[in-house]
Every structure is written in C-alpha cells, then in structure tokens.
C-alpha cells in the first residue's frame, strides 16, 4: 500500500467518523415558543421520536440568526422570508431556506373597540418596530379601509411616510413585537404576529378584528439552517416531517384557524 493510498483512506476515514458523529449528536434548533416550539415537540413526541432534537426556545436578547451564523445553533424556526432576508442584509451573509411549515396571520386587535369601524378618531395604533413586519401591519390597516398608502409603494417595504390618506387621523406607535400585546391596555389598536397574540393568550381566529389572507400569503414561517447543513440528513428528515400530512393535521386541531398549514393554504 501506497503511503498516497494510506492517507487517501485515512482521511475517508475521518470524514465518514465526524458524518456519523454528526448524525447522532442532536439537531440544535432555535424556535419561538408558540407554535414553532410546540409543533416540533409535536415532532419529536409524536413522529420521530429517534430523531434527536434540542430546541433552544427564544427568549431575551437572544437572536437565532445569529446563533446560526456563529455556529451555535444548527437551524431555526421563528421567522418568515421577507424578514430573513433583511437578516441576512444587515448581517452580510446567506442561509438555507429547507421547509415552508405554517402562516401565522398577522391581526388588528383591540380592547376598546368590537369592530373597525368604532375606532376613535385620532386613536392611537401600535405597529412593529421592524421594517418587514411594520410594512406588512400598514398593508393590512389599508385592506381593510383605514389607510391608504401612496400609489409606487406596493414594490418596496412601506413605512409612515407612505400613507397617502388617514381618514380617522391615527396616529402611530412602532413597538417591539413582543411587547405589542401588552399595548392593547394604552391604544386604539394594534397589529400583532400571530405566534406572539398566541403566547399573550389571544386566539387569532376568535379575538382579531381583521386578518390577513392565508390564500397567496408570502409570510410562510420556515425552516431555516446554513448552506453548508442543507443536506444534512437531519435537517433533511425534519423538512420532511415539518411538511406531512401529519403536522397539518395537528396544526389545524391544534390551532383552528389562528395558524394554518402551508401544505392546506
């Protein structure tokens, strides 16, 4: 045997050891704790209950995009696209797309009014204080006639500066998202993502006054790792598992209209 043989097996040898520690070490996801936690519990409970899982629930400051970047998460599930690409913007780098999972309607909630059209003149509104999801909220308050937004601001996000009409002359807040809940008790209304109305209590389906369509919604929440894990064979069996007939069937028992399944809408 060649030394250029031994090498050349020696290092298939270590390639085919780290693929298979690679494969047994657990798939360290980061998720937002309703629904994405919940549902890859659903997984890993119900489904594959071989396939090891840790779920990092996100809490605090902590970012999963950049944990994923930084090597110390190997996926995450929180997020849509239309926000993962501002992340990776800002950030200077790429990720993997792997599943298209559920969509969580964005909402109008309000606890001083039961409808839209007894909003107080002048009332205050709360948005998100992020670009992607601020621009969605102002989208919804003008499909259902409470703004209008300029005409050549359909390509890019839109902000404040694009409403072109306020009959009711609101004015407008832009909060942390997570904190939009709480904001219900200080404004007229409020535009919350669906995974944090579900941690605050709130039933999308039942308790928003308005929703966004589930038909041609572009805010699918995915499933998101680095392109060097795309193949991955775990991260693979997951895409797989998040995507079944199975998972939308719990996502619509579970949910009932306030998260709906990408593989149904």
Excluded at 212 to 223: D, K, Q, S, T
Excluded at 225 to 232: G, M, N, P, S, Y
Aim: glycine share 8%; aromatic share 4%; no cysteine.
């Amino acid at each position: 045997m060649t030394a250029l043989t031994r090498r050349t097996l020696l290092a298939g040898s270590l390639a085919l050891a780290a693929g298979t520690a690679r494969a047994a070490a657990p798939l360290r996801v980061v998720a937002s704790s309703v629904p994405h936690a919940e549902i890859l519990e659903f997984v890993s409970g119900s489904l594959a209950p071989d396939l090891p899982l840790k779920t990092i629930e996100i809490s605090g400051d902590l970012r999963p995009n950049a944990l994923l970047r930084d090597g110390d998460a190997d996926a995450n599930f929180f997020q849509h696209v239309p926000f993962l690409r501002s992340e990776e913007a800002a950030m200077g780098t790429r990720f993997a797309v792997v599943a298209a999972v559920h969509i969580e309607p964005l909402g109008l909630y309000s606890r001083r009014a039961r409808a839209l059209a007894a909003l107080p003149q002048g009332g205050v509104v709360a948005l998100s204080n992020n670009v992607t999801n601020s621009s969605r909220g102002l989208r919804l308050l003008q499909e259902n006639g409470l703004i209008r937004l300029r005409t050549g601001a359909e390509g890019a996000p839109a902000t404040l500066d694009d409403i072109a009409e306020n009959p009711k002359g609101f004015r407008f807040v832009e909060i942390a998202p997570p904190q939009l809940p709480r904001s219900l008790e200080d404004v007229a209304l409020a535009v919350i993502n669906g995974n944090y109305a579900l941690e605050a209590g709130l039933e999308p389906a039942r308790d928003a006054l308005a929703l966004e369509r589930a038909e041609g919604n572009p805010y699918a929440n995915v499933l998101v790792t680095t392109e060097a894990l795309a193949r991955d064979p775990r991260v693979l069996r997951l895409s797989d598992l998040l995507t079944s007939a199975e998972v939308s069937g719990f996502i619509r028992t579970r949910y009932r209209g306030s998260v709906i399944p990408v593989r149904n809408a």
